[in-house]
């Protein structure tokens, strides 16, 4: 899947949760496998070359698996 059709998988929601802000909901990203499994894909692909461990996101209000 390209970026751009990954892109028109994320729900835009304008002045959320205040005026002025622009919110990028990705759960209807989430919710459609072939977008899904896309960005996995990709996101593993561009990182096969770093020598990672561990990944930790203290800010990500939950977790989201597969």
Do not use: H, Q
């Amino acid at each position: 899947m390209n970026e751009e059709k990954l892109k028109g998988t994320i729900r835009s929601i304008p002045d959320y949760p205040s005026k002025g802000i622009l919110f990028r909901d990705i759960t209807t990203l989430v919710k459609d496998p072939e977008a899904y499994g896309s960005l996995i894909a990709t996101l593993a692909n561009e990182l096969r070359t770093y020598d990672i461990d561990i990944v930790i996101g203290p800010e990500a209000p939950c977790e989201i698996s597969p």
